[in-house]
């Protein structure tokens, strides 16, 4: 039997697995550039509004979604 076909069908197949990493690589490159924060939003300089991480002082989340008291989970 001939083995030509076989490893020129594995050389295909290698070609296009590395062309769609090296696009996958440059997608996820692009949406982590994307999720950083812009350059003088430094969480140190955001103003003091009583809350830390996300909870108030009495360690109550606040509720900018609105979700009514009677869906939330006790």
Known sequence: MD???KRTQK???QRRLGAALRENLR????QAKG???PPGTDPEDAPKDG???G???DGESHDS???APH???S
Do not use: F, T, V, Y
């Open 55 to 57: 909870l108030k002082a």
């Open 35 to 37: 999720r950083a924060s």
């Open 27 to 30: 997608r996820r490159k692009a």
């Open 71 to 73: 869906k939330l989970r």
């Open 65 to 67: 979604a609105g979700i």
């Open 3 to 5: 083995e030509r076909p």
């Open 11 to 13: 050389a295909r197949q």
């Open 51 to 53: 809350l830390k991480d």
